[in-house]
C-alpha cells in the first residue's frame, strides 16, 4: 500500500460518517419546510414569510447538530497512524532507519489547516438559506425546492472530501519535509526528491502534468522542489485542490 492508498482508506471513513451528516440534514430541513402554506405542490409567499424569517436560525443548528462541523475529527485523529506510515515507507525507500520526529508540532499545523473547515459549514448554511428565500419568494414548486437543496448539499459534500483530502495531502508532505530535514536530506546537492502520486488523468493539475510528462524525469534536487513549490519552474499557486501528488524522498543521487 503506498501513501495516497492509505490516505484514500481515511477519506472512505470520512465520506462514511458525512453521507450520514448529510441526510439528517436533508431529513429534518425537508421536515421543516414541509410545514410550510403549500398548494397544489407550490409555496404561497405571502403566507410563509414568517416561517421563512426563522428558516436560517433553524438550519444553522441543523447543521451544527448533524455534525458538519466535526465529521473530520476522526480524519484529524488518524494523523498518528498516516505519520508512521509515512515513516515506515521513507525508511524502506531509503533504507535506512528513521528518527522520530516532534508529531505534535506537525499534528497542529494540520489542525490550523483543517480549523478553515468550518468556513465551509458557513457557507453551506448561507447558500441553503438563500435557495430556500429565493424558491419561497418566487412561488417554487415545493419539490423544486428539494432538489435545489440536495443539489446544493451535494456540492457541499464534494468540497468538503476535496478540502480534507488536500489537507490531508498537505499533512503527508510536511511530515516528508520534516523527516527530510531531521535526517538532514537535501543538504547533498546530489540528493534527489521523486514527485510521486495517482497517474495522470484528464483532470490532473498543468503544473502535475509539466512535473510527472514534460520534464525530463520526475526527479527533483532540494533547490528544483524549493522552486516548483513557490511556484517557480510551472507557475501555480497552493493549494493545489485534490492534487494526489506529492515529493518524497528517494535513494536516488543526480547524475546516476
Not at 493539475?205 to 533547490?223: G, K
Amino acid at each position: 500500500m503506498d501513501i495516497f492508498e492509505y490516505i484514500d482508506t481515511q477519506i472512505n471513513e470520512f465520506n462514511v460518517e458525512l453521507d450520514s451528516v448529510i441526510d439528517d440534514i436533508l431529513f429534518e430541513t425537508e421536515d421543516y419546510l414541509s410545514r410550510f402554506v403549500i398548494e397544489e405542490g407550490s409555496i404561497i409567499p405571502h403566507k410563509n414569510y414568517s416561517k421563512l424569517t426563522n428558516f436560517k436560525s433553524f438550519f444553522t443548528k441543523t447543521v451544527t447538530a448533524a455534525g458538519f462541523y466535526t465529521v473530520g475529527e476522526s480524519v484529524i485523529n488518524g494523523h498518528k497512524q498516516l505519520y508512521n506510515e509515512v515513516k515506515k515507507i521513507t525508511a524502506k525507500t531509503l533504507g535506512k532507519k528513521i528518527p522520530d520526529i516532534n508529531i505534535n508540532i506537525v499534528q497542529s499545523l494540520q489542525k490550523l489547516d483543517y480549523s478553515k473547515y468550518g468556513n465551509l459549514a458557513d457557507e453551506l448554511i448561507n447558500a441553503i438559506d438563500t435557495v430556500v428565500k429565493q424558491d419561497v419568494q418566487n412561488g417554487q414548486l415545493y419539490k423544486t425546492m428539494i432538489d435545489n437543496i440536495r443539489k446544493q448539499l451535494g456540492k457541499f459534500q464534494f468540497r468538503a472530501e476535496t478540502y480534507v483530502r488536500t489537507v490531508k495531502k498537505d499533512f503527508t508532505q510536511t511530515i516528508q519535509n520534516e523527516l527530510a530535514r531531521k535526517i538532514k536530506f537535501g543538504k547533498d546537492d546530489n540528493d534527489l526528491w521523486e514527485y510521486f502520486g495517482a497517474p495522470l488523468q484528464s483532470n490532473s493539475h498543468d503544473e502535475c502534468v509539466w512535473a510527472l510528462r514534460t520534464r525530463p524525469n520526475p526527479y527533483f534536487t532540494q533547490a528544483e522542489k524549493d522552486e516548483f513549490l513557490r511556484g517557480g519552474g510551472y507557475p501555480h499557486s497552493e493549494p493545489r485542490w485534490n492534487c494526489q501528488h506529492i515529493f518524497v524522498m528517494t535513494d536516488k543521487k543526480r547524475g546516476e
